[in-house]
Structure formats: structure tokens, C-alpha cells
């Protein structure tokens, strides 16, 4: 969105050079809200949410106690906790502006109190994402007090973010078989951070899960209320060191030695019984450093290819290789750039072949639904897409006649089993209930599940996982086999006799079979880390995707035959919330339209003789719907201030914004003549997203243009007007812009991007002004190997107008290796070539101020480009020489800081014959283009 570009007005020339980028956020649907009240909640849902809201209400209630007491203050104020039913509304929520993408569970916006969660399926997923993000509210009021202030206080930005992420998992799952898994892998491949150097991965999955461990050991070490006291410690002297060597005797270096340890001995005992990998397994794909998912792999029925997914190009990306070899044969799909192919879910994607061998089956997200894609992967056709009711699939499955396919949709916020029926399109709803049900499949008379519904006792516990069969029409359903596990899924049968599946008994995710004929369980992998998925060949051959070296690859194995008894089940100790039933109806207000400051700030100075001030604030309503900016000044005179004001109303698909402006600049002409122009007047504009990387843009102003002229008066000794003249203008503008780019530390990496505008004045009179505008920005990025991108630019505009001077072109931003904006012409162009690197991986410096900076990256740049009044007079050669290109080449480095990128560009400029002798250094604070 444009909102900061549409929020200050200016020139002409500058509105229409700055080219407006980014994916979209597309409002599909509109929710009609209500809350559901409790002491200190306000739990916004809407129709079909009504059990998850009492779940959540639940939840919240008791876990507010049990996080105040180790963590300290609560918020005095209800915590306002919004719900949506599955990812895909939740990618619609307005609550902030950025893109959410599949990977983000829920978010804490700490400005204003909110909590903003997903339903994916399972209440025990629910339960702790609902208690890591009321940690963080807790973690903020706690240090802050009334968390609901605008101005922002140092104390919680001292606080380290493995530690605010750490303590947040710590409290919402103390240990989980996932980060056991995670943390012995580490100390397995000696790749545990220590915890002095875990800034090292700020912001990665892997320092959640350390952060994780390090509360733990502390926990159980010092007692939990410790985590607490090291925490406002940090919060009010700043520093971890010196914050853990007050409240329990040691230093970080001590502390991280003790935790090492600890883990080691967790991990090799607990690997003291199992392998590495299974004996007479053969591994088909071997990933490295620079990507992490080789997943979901799914046999061919002849045994002879598999498909998998696979982020190995930096898009999620389905490929086909040799079942023997594993050599690639080719790559099916790629995902992330277009509407059809949004997302495959590669984190939780798979793959079923028809029984013929001719066609594979996998979900992706097209607009805010998921659909079932049928593929010839011979031919890398989709030949049909089953669009069912659920927004929201996961784990289809071809029926043994290929004729339907058995899947999970969650819709209303229940997570259930279906079948379609692949000619016919019609859909049948097999279970109906609160239950997660979970990976179906198909045997010759029956489906196979796993589900967390009531044990034999019929005590229900969400997130122990059973497995479960009924008939292909949903009746007689029964409890195949009760043994329960967190991570049992995938139950695949065999001659209708013996069940496949995964389970995490032992802490570790391995297979297991069930016969279903003697009841006889055994356990046929003791691999060290664990088993994401699995699939068998008609010729008993498995193939399977396992965690190693802080990613997943995939391995074939014989179809193990002999096991061995399953050892005792491992119980962690997850803060479990108890919920007996949610069947109660839940108490309802209707939400209104509230308004409060997101942020706000400003700056004051004053002289002898002179006094400014400037202010800027933000304000919204809860749900982010209507949005209000204000920025403006007072520099001494009430009526010389500046104001910008800015609304944007974002509820339904198209957006639309409104500004209001009153702009002034002084400058001085010569030295004793100053011009000082007023911009008065407003706008409308229109965004119409047409999916995730493409929308349609349009503004609308009317605005004067007031140019006072003064001399200076040396008798008087004061500025005296001497001309003042109004002019009016009324632009017109439309725009389309497409962006589907990945991005990296300091710009676009992958993918591409581009705008085309056309604008026109409208003259009513003559003091109205005009001109006729077209411009067009094409930018695309090529990943050449991991780390070693190229870039290309291809821009041009052009202007017709009496009224307006000429375009600009040249310098930083356009024609590096000339001034800025040097060249002048009624029509410009250009292109822009950079060869992009790793150039320093790490530079320490000692002195003054020690400072380690991490990831300097390099680039080799060709600049060209023109500008001129005609264009059919461009010449590009004469005698030898370039004439009207002007042509500019170089090297330079990007530094990433915390809030903004350092470009530093040294460039010579050349006609092909000749370079200039000098060089000229060009900065800028921004990504690169």
C-alpha cells in the first residue's frame, strides 16, 4: 500500500518517480464481529467461532493467573484478543499492515494490547500459541505498566530477543518432543549456539527453540520464579550478563557452559538405543546450508519416481526424481508467484498418487481458499482443481479406485474429514465435532485417521492423538488402536492387515505398525532425531523425510518387517489447560467502533528568537479498519504550519483513502531573492488488489499552487513581496503494479516486479495547469547460486507539458557515476544491471567503539540511461562515442542495520571511449532496488 506515499503531497516530478511496490493484502471477506467478554478479556469472533471462543476464554483466563505470578504485573485494562477461524481469514486481518505469510502462527501488537491468533485445526496448537502471546503482553505490562501507551519506553527494548521468544515458549509449552528433537540435533552435529553468541541468530526459528532450552535449565536449576526476577533485572540495569550474575550468582559464559552440558547428556543418552539413520536406508536428497525443507516425499505405486516438496530454489517448489537414484527429473511447480499457486503449505504439504501412476494430488492457496490441484506429472499439467467448501485443506488422498479423494478441511473452525468425488465435484462431509481429525487415508473398505477425540473413558485431552476408522460414507466409527501420542498421524494400511504409522512415544517421531488381526504393535525405527512423513511403494519399499543437520532430507528404506517393542511412552511437561466442555453458549456485545492512538511522537527546539515544533500521531480502531495520520508543524506562526492528514479505510476489498494537505517551501532563489510556494488542497485515491501480486491504483487531486516571490528590502531589512501568483491543478492517475519478489537482508532477491502509470491533468480554466504523464518501472531478480544474485531494471517516463519542467534523471537512485538529477529532458529512461555477492561475512572492529557487523554484501553495477526533449532525436552512437546514453559502472557494499539498509556506491561514468578520472560516491539509507 501507498499510505506513506500518499500521506505528504509534493512535487509533481517526485510523486511520479516514486514507484510503489509490494504484494497486496486482499480483503475476500467481511466479518461480522461480536466479543465475548470476560474479567479481563475482550475475545473478538465471529460466526461458526463460537466454541473457539470459550475455549479461548478458558485458556486465557487461567493462564493470566500462572504468567502474573512468575512474570509480575497484568494489564489493568481488558486485553483485547481477536480470532480468526483459519489462516486464510487471518492473512486478511488489518490489526498491521504487513503481509502475513503461512509461517506466522499469531502476533502480540503490543501499542495497543492486542492479540491476534488462528484456529489451524488443533485446540492444543491453539492452547500455545494463545499463552506464547498473552506471555508477551504480560512480559510488556510487566516492565511498562499500562502496555496501552503510545510513547515508547527503553525498558523492554533491553531485553534480549531470545530471551522475550524464549520465555514466551518456555511458558506456553515448557518442553515439547519438537524442541527436544531441535536441541539434540544441535549437540548431535556440534552446532549448538552458545548462549553469549546467540544474537547470532536472532530471529530464527532455531533461537526460539534455544531460548526455549535456556529457560528451562534455569527453571529447573533455580526454581521458575527466577526466570521472572532475570527478567525485570535486564528490563532495569540493561544486559543479560550482568542481570543473571545479580539474581543467581553466575555469568552467561558459566550459565551457557552448565546448560551445554546438561543438553549433551539429555541428548546422547536418549540416543544411547537409537541410530542415526536406519540401517540399509539410502538417502535420495542431500540438502545444504542454504535451504531447509526435502519433505513430504510420495512414492509412485511402480516404485520407480517420487515427488516431493522442496524450498531448494527459494520458492515453495514440488520436484520429481528417481525413487533409486534420487536424481532430479524435473520441477513440477513452483509456488509464490502466481494466483493459482499462492502457497503449497511446504511446512505441512503433501503428495498422493493416483492408483495408475498417472497423476499426483497436492493442496496450494489460491486467493483466500485452498484447493486440490490433480497434476499429470509427466506433462506438468494441471488438468483439474477441486475447489470444495473448507477454505482450509491438508493431507488429500486418492481413493483405491482413484475415483475421489479423502481429505481434512477445517471450516467453522472444526477440523474434519471429507471425500470428493473427482468427476462429479461433490463433497461429503464425514465427521462433524470439535475433534482435530487428521491425515486420512484409504484402505480397500475403509478410511484410517488419527484423532484427538474422548479416550475409552471418554475423557478428552486435545492434542493426543489416536487412530480411528469408519466407512467410506462416515459410520461405524472406531477406535482402531488407543494408544495416544502428539504426533501420531499418517495411519496407512497394508494388505487391510497391518496399519503404518508415525507416533512420538518415546519423545522421538518414528514408525510404527499395528496389526490388525493379533493387536500386535511394534516399533520398526529408532532414529535419534525423528520422521516427518512417509510413503510406500506397491513394492513394499518406504520412503521417508527426516530431520538432520537443521533441516529435513529424504531416505528409502526396505519396508522394515522385524521390530521390537515399543519403549515406555516419554511425558513432558506441557502446561496442560483442562477444558471440560464447550458446549456452553457464550455471552456476546456487539464490538462498535472504538479509537485509540497506535503511536505517536514529535520534536521541539527553541533559540533566543526562535521557536518549532512538529508532531506526528496515528490513530485506529481495534480491528485496523479506519486508519487516521496526522503529521504537522509549527514553526512560530500559526498560520505558516504545515499539515499532512491522511484516511484509509481497508474493510473491504477495495481500498480507499482520502488526504488533506496544506504545504509550504521557502527557498531561496539568489541571495537577495527568496521563493516561497504553498501547496493547499486534497485527494482521493482507490486500490484494487487483484490478488496477492497484482492490484490496479488510482488517485484523484485538486490542489492550488501559490509562488510568492520576495526581495530582500536592505532599508527595511525584511523580505517584501513583489509577485504572487495562484494556479490550480487536478491530476488524474491510474496504475498497475505487480510484485511477487522474495526479499533478503538488504533488498529483492528473487522474483519480479513492476508498475506502468498514465496520468493527466484536468484544466478547467486557464489558471488551471496541465500535463499529460506515462510511465513504466520493470524490475527482475535472478538467484545465479545461493548468496549470488543478479538484478535488472528497465524504467522510462515521458511528460507533456507547458506548464512543468522537465524530468530529472542521474546520480543515486538512476545513472550512478553523475550528479544527482544532472540531465533534464522531457522524456527519460533507463536500465540498471548489478551483479549482487557476499563480500565480508563478518568484520570486527576494536576501536573506538567495538562493533561486530555481520552479512556486508558487494555489487558490481552497469548504469545507462537518457533524457531528452524529443525522443525520435535520441541518438545512441557518434563517432564512436555514446552520445545521448549516459553511461555509469562501479562497485559498492550494503551494510544492514537494525532499522535501515547503508548503500554506499563509488562509480566513474564512460562513453565507451573515455572514463572520467574522478570517482563519485553515492549513499543512501534504503534497500536496493
Not at 477 to 485: E, F, I, M, Q
Not at 541 to 557: E, T
Not at 896 to 917: C, E, G, H, M, Q
Request: net charge negative.
Amino acid at each position: 500500500m501507498k499510505i506513506q506515499r500518499f500521506l505528504l503531497i509534493v512535487l509533481l516530478p517526485i510523486v511520479l518517480n516514486a514507484a510503489s511496490f509490494g504484494k497486496n493484502k486482499v480483503q475476500y471477506s467481511k466479518f461480522d464481529w461480536k466479543i465475548h467478554p470476560t474479567s479481563h478479556f475482550e475475545i473478538f469472533f465471529y460466526e461458526g467461532e463460537e466454541e473457539l471462543a470459550r475455549f479461548a476464554s478458558i485458556v486465557l483466563e487461567r493462564e493470566l493467573v500462572r504468567l502474573s505470578s512468575v512474570i509480575g504485573k497484568a494489564p489493568s485494562t481488558k486485553i483485547p484478543v481477536i480470532i480468526y477461524a483459519n489462516h486464510s481469514d487471518f492473512e486478511q486481518t488489518n490489526v498491521i499492515l504487513n503481509i502475513i505469510e503461512e509461517g506466522v502462527g499469531g502476533f502480540t501488537e503490543l501499542y495497543k494490547n492486542r492479540v491476534v491468533v488462528p484456529f489451524t485445526g488443533s485446540y492444543e496448537d491453539f492452547r500455545h500459541v494463545l499463552t506464547h502471546e498473552l506471555t508477551h503482553i504480560v512480559q510488556s505490562s510487566a516492565l511498562k505498566g499500562d502496555v496501552t501507551s503510545i510513547l515508547p519506553q527503553d525498558a523492554i527494548y533491553r531485553v534480549p530477543l531470545w530471551f522475550i521468544e524464549g520465555m514466551a515458549e518456555y511458558m506456553s509449552l515448557r518442553e515439547n518432543p519438537e524442541t527436544d528433537m531441535i536441541l539434540s540435533d544441535l549437540v548431535y552435529y556440534d552446532k549448538l549456539v552458545p548462549i553469549q553468541e546467540i544474537w547470532k541468530i536472532e530471529g530464527s526459528y532455531l533461537m526460539y527453540k534455544e531460548g526455549q532450552s535456556i529457560l528451562k535449565f534455569i527453571a529447573d536449576k533455580y526454581g521458575e520464579q527466577k526466570i521472572g526476577e532475570i527478567y525485570h533485572k535486564i528490563g532495569f540495569i540493561g544486559g543479560f550478563n550482568e542481570a543473571l550474575e545479580r539474581v543467581v550468582g553466575i555469568d552467561e559464559i558459566t550459565l551457557s557452559g552448565e546448560w551445554t552440558v546438561s543438553l549433551s547428556k539429555r541428548a546422547w543418552n536418549n540416543a544411547a538405543n537409537a541410530v542415526e539413520v536406519p540401517e540399509g536406508a539410502r538417502r535420495l536428497t542431500r540438502r545444504d546450508k542454504n535451504y531447509t525443507y526435502n519433505i513430504a516425499p510420495s512414492v509412485s505405486p511402480d516404485g520407480s519416481s517420487f515427488a516431493f516438496m522442496s524450498d531448494r530454489d527459494q520458492y515453495g517448489s514440488i520436484y520429481l526424481a528417481s525413487a533409486i537414484t534420487g536424481k532430479l527429473t524435473k520441477k513440477l511447480i513452483e509456488s509464490g508467484k502466481s494466483r493459482s499457486l499462492e502457497s503449497i503449505y511446504i511446512m505441512e504439504g503433501s503428495i498422493s498418487w493416483s492408483p495408475d501412476g498417472e497423476y499426483i494430488a497436492f493442496v496450494s492457496k489460491r486467493e483466500n481458499r485452498n484447493v486440490i490441484n490433480i497434476m499429470n506429472p509427466y506433462t506438468k499439467k494441471i488438468v483439474k482443481q477441486l475447489v470444495p467448501p473448507p477454505h482450509v485443506i491438508s493431507s488429500p488422498v486418492f481413493s483405491k479406485d482413484g475415483g475421489s479423494i479423502v481429505f481434512r478441511g477445517i471450516l467453522g473452525g472444526k477440523a474434519d474429514i471429507y471425500t470428493i468425488d473427482i468427476e462429479t465435484e461433490k463433497t461429503k462431509q464425514l465427521t462433524d465435532d470439535i475433534y482435530d481429525d487428521r491425515t486420512p487415508s484409504f484402505s480397500d473398505d475403509r478410511i484410517f485417521f488419527a484423532s484427538d477425540r474422548p479416550d475409552s473413558t471418554g475423557e478428552w485431552k486435545y492434542g493426543e492423538y489416536a487412530i480411528y476408522s469408519m466407512s467410506p460414507d462416515g459410520m461405524e466409527l472406531r477406535n482402531v488402536y488407543d494408544a495416544r501420542s502428539r504426533e501420531t498421524r499418517y495411519p496407512v494400511t497394508c494388505n487391510d492387515t497391518i496399519i503404518y504409522y508415525l507416533a512420538d512415544y518415546s519423545g522421538r517421531t518414528n514408525l510404527y505398525s499395528f496389526n490388525l488381526e493379533t493387536n500386535e504393535e511394534k516399533q520398526l525405527t529408532n532414529v535419534m532425531s525423528g520422521i516427518e512423513s512417509f510413503s510406500l511403494s506397491n513394492n513394499r519399499r518406504m520412503l521417508f523425510s527426516m530431520y538432520m543437520k537443521k533441516g529435513w532430507d529424504i531416505f528409502s528404506i526396505p519396508l522394515p518387517s522385524a521390530g521390537f517393542t515399543p519403549a515406555d511412552p516419554r511425558v513432558y511437561d506441557i502446561p496442560y489447560v483442562a477444558v471440560d466442555s464447550l458446549d456452553k453458549p457464550v455471552e456476546t456485545t456487539e464490538p462498535g467502533l472504538r479509537f485509540s492512538p497506535d503511536f505517536a511522537g514529535g520534536i521541539i527546539s527553541a533559540s533566543t528568537n526562535q521557536f518549532f515544533a512538529q508532531a506526528y500521531v496515528s490513530v485506529s480502531d481495534i480491528l485496523g479498519n479506519h486508519r487516521f495520520y496526522l503529521v504537522t508543524d509549527y514553526p512560530g506562526n500559526l498560520l505558516e504550519s504545515n499539515l499532512n492528514f491522511a484516511y484509509w479505510y481497508l474493510e473491504n476489498r477495495t481500498n480507499f483513502g482520502l488526504a488533506l494537505f496544506k504545504e509550504q517551501y521557502p527557498s531561496l532563489v539568489w541571495y537577495d531573492m527568496l521563493l516561497n510556494e504553498k501547496y493547499t488542497g486534497g485527494g482521493v485515491a482507490l486500490e484494487y488488489p487483484l490478488d496477492k501480486f497484482k492490484r490496479l491504483e488510482s488517485e484523484l487531486y485538486l490542489y492550488s499552487i501559490e509562488r510568492i516571490f520576495y526581495e530582500w528590502n536592505y532599508v527595511k531589512g525584511e523580505w517584501v513581496p513583489f509577485e504572487d501568483t495562484t494556479n490550480y491543478i487536478v491530476p488524474f492517475s491510474l496504475s498497475y503494479v505487480f510484485d511477487n519478489t522474495l526479499w533478503g537482508y538488504t533488498g529483492p532477491i528473487n522474483g519480479m516486479r513492476m508498475q506502468f502509470t498514465a496520468a493527466q491533468t484536468m484544466a478547467f480554466t486557464k489558471s488551471f495547469l496541465s500535463y499529460t504523464y506515462l510511465g513504466a518501472d520493470m524490475r527482475k531478480y535472478f538467484r545465479i547460486y545461493p548468496g549470488y544474485y543478479f538484478a535488472a531494471r528497465l524504467f522510462g517516463e515521458s511528460i507533456r507539458s507547458k506548464d512543468f519542467a522537465k524530468l530529472r534523471i542521474g546520480g543515486t537512485g538512476s545513472i550512478r557515476g553523475y550528479n544527482y538529477l544532472e540531465f533534464t529532458g522531457y522524456n527519460i529512461g533507463g536500465i540498471n544491471l548489478e551483479f549482487r555477492y557476499p563480500f565480508i561475512n563478518q568484520l570486527s572492529i576494536g576501536f573506538p567503539l567495538p562493533l561486530e557487523i555481520y552479512g556486508i554484501r558487494g555489487a558490481l553495477f552497469l548504469d545507462a540511461g537518457y533524457a531528452v526533449d524529443d525522443i525520435e532525436s535520441l541518438r545512441v552512437f557518434e563517432d564512436g562515442r555514446l552520445k545521448d546514453i549516459n553511461m555509469g559502472f562501479g562497485a559498492g557494499v550494503r551494510v544492514r542495520f537494525p532499522y535501515f539498509v547503508l548503500l554506499l556506491d563509488i562509480a566513474k561514468n564512460t562513453d565507451l571511449v573515455d572514463v572520467s578520472k574522478g570517482v563519485r560516491y553515492h549513499i543512501m539509507l534504503g534497500s536496493e532496488f
